[in-house]
Structures are given as C-alpha cells and as structure tokens.
C-alpha cells in the first residue's frame, strides 16, 4: 500500500487545517489507518486511529475533542480534521496502514506502536504559530 499525505501548512493558534492521506494498491476498505507526528529529536508520536469504519477511533488524550479522523472508503482517503490547533500540535504527520486483525480491541495500546504499520505516508508539515 503507498499512502500519499497532504494538507499541512502554517496556521495560527486556534485555527483548523484537514489533513488527507490517500492510498493506492492493497485493499483499503480491510486497512486500519492511522496519524502519527514527530518533531526533531523526539518519538514518533501517535495521534489517532481509525478502524474499518467511521465507528472505531481512536484519539490521543491531547486532541481528544479537538482532532476528528474519518475515512472515505470511495475515495481510498483518510483525514484528519484537526481544530483549535495549539503551538505544541506543530509537528510533521505522517499517516500510516496496517490490516485489520479480527477481534483485537481498537485502543491507543494496540494502535500506537508505530514499528506495527506496514506502510507510511512521506509527512506532511503542521506548523502552528501563537
């Protein structure tokens, strides 16, 4: 699966970008996907997760309520609408797939181990200045 990630930009606190990662080959409706970021000289850092539906999602306490990921299964598109952004959101996200494994919990544990996912969007740079 390649995933091609877009969106990002330079915003004020307090604005919204929407961030989009498209996926080609592989079987999109089966992936769950995921967003991840990463400033320089830190982890990786697990965002959010989305299941085969809109249903299951998976949030970070830090963008809980302000962070929405959605999933278009016509389009081979996942997003990330990210609102009231705040200077500590700076940072280069990176979407990211694995397949679906039947019967094991949605959950930050089982979703943010980013050694997990096959296959990784190039980043897309969110700058949020105060």
């Known amino acids: 699966v390649q995933l091609q990630a877009c969106g990002g930009g330079l915003v004020q606190a307090g604005d919204s970008l929407r961030l989009s990662c498209a996926a080609s080959g592989g079987s999109f409706s089966m992936l769950l996907l995921a967003w991840f970021r990463q400033v320089p000289g830190k982890d990786r850092e697990f965002v959010s997760a989305?299941?085969?539906?809109?249903?299951?999602?998976v949030y970070v306490d830090s963008v809980k309520g302000r962070f929405t990921v959605s999933r278009d299964n016509d389009e081979n598109t996942v997003y990330l609408r990210m609102t009231n952004l705040r200077p500590e959101d700076t940072a280069v996200y990176y979407c990211?797939?694995?397949?679906?494994?039947?019967?094991?919990?949605?959950?930050?544990?089982?979703?943010?181990?980013?050694?997990?996912?096959?296959?990784w969007g190039q980043g897309t740079l969110v700058t949020v200045s105060s």
């Open positions: 989305i299941g085969l539906s809109d249903l299951s999602t």
């Open positions: 990211a797939a694995k397949y679906f494994i039947a019967d094991r919990p949605m959950n930050v544990r089982t979703m943010s181990d980013p050694t997990e996912y096959d296959s």
